[in-house]
């Protein structure tokens, strides 16, 4: 694939993200809730690797600049760097769902939990015990959203490979 055609389908999954993230969300308990974005954020990952990054982090930073009431978020920003970079790394180098499962888990794991709570403990002098819970229930959350959608995606991607080379 040439460099026009990664720019491309890069864009169009941040939009995705962009849109899926501002507009369908799924509320839970307080204001935690299920980010469609991830999806978006997943496939961009089993399809481009360390590169499908930009999705997480730019479509983020998209998303709270124009929707969210708290503004830009540096730790959330952070996190999806993280995760798309360590999980860009592994995707890139194989298909195989649960090496792909665990290192979501990993990776999210690693931004969410412990990056992005330390950025705003930081920043807004919590505690990091009072924000755990909260950052506990977005990483479950957020790498449910991912690993739920590896496999329509791995599905998917075989059946129009296969297709398109009748």
């Keep these: 694939m040439n460099k026009t055609k990664k720019i491309c389908y890069l864009a169009v999954?941040?939009?995705l993200y962009v849109v899926l993230s501002a507009f369908l969300k799924i509320n839970l308990i307080g204001?935690?809730?299920?980010?469609l974005g991830y999806i978006a954020f997943a496939v961009?990952?089993?399809e481009f690797g360390i590169y499908g990054a930009v999705v997480g982090v730019i479509g983020c930073a998209i998303e709270s600049l124009l929707f969210s009431a708290y503004g830009f978020s540096i730790g959330w920003a952070v996190a999806n760097a993280i995760i798309g970079i360590g999980c860009g790394m592994v995707f890139a180098r194989t298909d195989r769902i649960s090496?792909?499962?665990f290192s979501i888990i990993l990776f999210a794991a690693i931004g969410l939990l412990g990056v992005k709570t330390v950025i705003e403990c930081s920043l807004?002098?919590?505690?990091?015990?009072?924000k755990l819970p909260k950052s506990a229930m977005a990483?479950?959350?957020d790498s449910l959203v991912m690993i739920v959608s590896l496999a329509p995606y791995q599905k998917l991607r075989k059946r129009i490979l296969i297709s398109g080379r009748s």
């Design 139 to 141: 990483f479950v959350v």
């Design 13 to 15: 999954l941040t939009a």
């Design 31 to 35: 204001n935690i809730q299920i980010d």
């Design 124 to 130: 807004y002098s919590i505690p990091y015990v009072v």
């Design 44 to 46: 961009a990952l089993c």
């Design 99 to 101: 090496v792909r499962i």
